[in-house]
């Protein structure tokens, strides 16, 4: 339709629900790995980062997210710290250990992850910010800031 965005949400058609040709145009590469529990958080994540032309594998916890990172060799990780089976340390300390991929740790804890991350090599930290009523399982004496 000559004249009206294409846009209905993050580089789709109105029309076909695909990606647009503008958005085709822009397509970047890059492979990214969101890992997090949180369905909204990976939601918000990946229809941005998809918006911006990046390819977005997603992952629910950590075991996914290594056999993700195995197959696809994204390009960047985004972990979040606390998930189910495997943490985000855990995850980051082995892919660390077969290559040097770039990793942003997500963390909603502001005084225990500086130091396990250090030691995960995380390239980044970013933390989420929540209140403590949100968090029904903090651990002995952390609060999230």
Request: with cysteine; aromatic share 4%.
């Amino acid at each position: 339709m000559p004249g009206t965005s294409c846009f209905v949400g993050p580089g789709e058609c109105r029309l076909t629900m695909q990606p647009c040709e503008k958005t085709r145009r822009s397509m970047s590469t890059t492979t990214l790995l969101i890992a997090d529990d949180d369905r909204k958080i990976i939601d918000m994540l990946r229809r941005t980062l998809a918006y911006e032309g990046y390819n977005v594998i997603i992952a629910s916890d950590g075991n996914e997210a290594l056999v993700k990172a195995q197959n696809h060799r994204p390009d960047i990780l985004i972990l979040d710290w606390l998930m189910p089976g495997l943490d985000g340390i855990e995850v980051a300390r082995r892919i660390r250990a077969v290559e040097p991929t770039p990793i942003l740790m997500l963390t909603s804890w502001a005084k225990a992850l500086p130091a396990r991350s250090a030691a995960a090599a995380a390239s980044s930290i970013l933390r989420k910010r929540m209140s403590s009523s949100f968090c029904k399982t903090c651990p002995p004496g952390q609060t999230p800031r």
